[in-house]
């Protein structure tokens, strides 16, 4: 049985999507951008594979800020998806912040985030918001949500739920950041 679809119209159609996303990005650029809330947790201990970070140290990279709770499983579903694009997103000013904000009690323990962290190969400094600070200064309601922020540190996008390579929500996502990894690019044009 051959596929729905063909490489090249996925392509097509994944290139038809960059460009409309653009298109809002660029419209979005011309309101008042919001810079995004520093990150609230400054002690060595509340961050996991990493050194702990201030959005002062991301300055020239796009960042995908993915909230997410060990006991949620549309956040494991997701996994697979970030990694991949942390993978392929290597070479590029860009970098994928890991939030855990504990949506249950049980989930506190910060060995029970690494021992997670670890099972699902997330290699992505994770700040560990276990009082919600982080969380509510980002105003945010759901796991997982995946945030974009730009390399001056401007809140661009929100993007609530489940993604998976290759679904729309992916796609949008992944042409966001292109956008904005190509964004000065653009605007010299």
């Not at 697979?80 to 904000?101: C, M, Q, S, T, Y």
């Amino acid at each position: 049985m051959k596929p729905y679809f063909s490489t090249q119209i996925k392509i097509y159609l994944g290139t038809l999507l960059l460009l409309f996303t653009a298109n809002t990005y660029a419209n979005d650029s011309q309101k008042k951008l919001t810079p995004a809330p520093e990150f609230t947790h400054s002690k060595a201990s509340e961050w996991i594979n990493g050194k702990l970070l201030k959005l002062a140290d991301l300055k020239g990279k796009v960042v995908l800020l993915d909230i997410w709770s060990y006991g949620c499983w549309n956040c494991y579903r997701s996994f697979p998806w970030a990694n991949d694009l942390e993978k392929r997103l290597e070479d590029e000013d860009f970098v994928i912040i890991g939030v855990h904000a504990s949506e249950f009690d049980s989930e506190r323990d910060s060995n029970n985030v690494v021992a997670k962290a670890k099972q699902f190969k997330l290699h992505q400094p994770i700040m560990i918001d276990n009082d919600f600070s982080y969380w509510n200064a980002l105003g945010n309601q759901y796991w997982p949500t995946f945030y974009l922020i730009d390399k001056q540190g401007k809140l661009r996008a929100k993007y609530l739920g489940e993604t998976h390579k290759g679904d729309k929500q992916a796609l949008k996502i992944e042409g966001g950041i292109q956008y904005l990894l190509n964004e000065e690019t653009l605007a010299k044009k």
